[in-house]
C-alpha cells in the first residue's frame, strides 16, 4: 500500500519567516495529494491541494509545489504568523477507490510560529 | 450550514467496557469516514460508508472494532471490550458523494484506563 514519509516532525519559525514541509509518497498511482491544518482540540481541516497533473498552486500565502518523477511534494508558508501555528498534515491519495478517495497520511508537523 | 459533528467530545472508560461514538455528517453528504489518531501520529483509515454500498471495512484494527451507519446519515463506531491501546482520538469525516475533500468534525478523545 502507500506509504507517506512527512519531514520535520516539528519547525519552529520567527514570525514573518517562510516554513517549508516536505512529503514523500511511494506509490507512483496516487493522483491526489491534500494538506490539512489541525488546531489544538480541533478535526483537521482542508487548507489546499494538488493533483498530479499540476505542478504548483497557490493560494495567498499557502503554495503546494508537486514533483511526481521524485515522488514528493512541498507546503510553503509564506510571511508566517502566529495563528499559523498548528499540526500540518500531508496525505496522498489513488482514487476514486470504491467510488471514494482514501488518503495515507503523514505523520504531521507541529508548526510553531514565536511572535 | 452546520458542519460534522461528533459525541461524546470526550469519553473515558474502563478496560474490558464497549464504548460507543457518534457522528453526525453534513447533511447531503453521501460518503462517511471513521479516523484514529493517536499520540504523535498521523490519521488511520477505520471504516468507510458510501451511500447504500457496502462499507469498507478494510482498516478496522480488529473484530472488537465495527461501525454502521443507519438511513445513510448518522453513524455509529463500536469498541468492544476496550483496551488500553484503543486510547486515541477518533475523527469522523464526510464528503459529498465520496469526492475528494474530505470535512471533519471535531473528534471523541477516548481515554481507556
Known amino acids: 500500500g502507500e506509504n507517506v514519509e512527512q519531514h520535520p516532525s516539528t519547525l519552529s519559525v520567527q514570525e514573518g519567516d517562510s516554513a517549508v514541509i516536505k512529503c514523500t509518497y511511494s506509490?507512483?498511482?496516487?493522483?491526489?495529494f491534500p494538506w490539512y491544518k489541525q488546531e489544538l482540540g480541533k478535526g483537521p481541516q482542508l487548507i489546499i491541494d494538488?493533483?498530479?497533473?499540476?505542478g504548483e498552486k497557490k493560494d495567498q500565502r499557502i503554495a503546494v509545489t508537486l514533483n511526481k518523477t521524485a515522488k514528493h511534494f512541498s507546503l510553503h508558508i509564506t510571511e508566517t504568523q502566529p495563528e499559523d501555528s498548528a499540526v500540518y498534515f500531508c496525505?496522498?491519495?489513488?482514487?476514486?477507490?470504491?467510488?471514494?478517495?482514501?488518503?495515507?497520511f503523514g505523520r504531521g508537523t507541529s508548526l510553531i510560529v514565536h511572535p | 450550514g452546520a458542519g460534522v459533528s461528533q459525541s461524546p467530545s470526550n469519553k473515558v472508560t474502563e478496560k474490558g467496557k464497549d464504548v460507543e461514538l457518534r457522528c453526525d455528517p453534513i447533511s447531503g453528504h453521501t460518503a462517511l469516514y471513521w479516523y484514529r489518531q493517536s499520540l504523535g501520529q498521523g490519521l488511520e483509515f477505520l471504516i468507510y460508508f458510501q451511500g447504500n454500498s457496502a462499507p469498507d471495512k478494510s482498516g478496522l484494527p480488529s473484530d472488537r472494532f465495527s461501525a454502521e451507519r443507519t438511513g445513510g446519515s448518522v453513524s455509529t463506531l463500536t469498541i468492544q471490550r476496550t483496551q488500553q491501546e484503543d486510547s486515541a482520538v477518533y475523527l469522523c469525516?464526510?464528503?459529498?458523494?465520496?469526492?475528494?475533500?474530505?470535512?471533519f468534525g471535531p473528534g471523541t478523545r477516548l481515554l481507556v484506563l
Open positions: 506509490d507512483s498511482a496516487s493522483n491526489y
Open positions: 496525505a496522498a491519495s489513488m482514487g476514486p477507490r470504491g467510488g471514494s478517495y482514501i488518503p495515507t
Open positions: 494538488i493533483r498530479s497533473n499540476v
Open positions: 469525516a464526510s464528503s459529498r458523494d465520496g469526492g475528494e475533500t474530505q470535512y
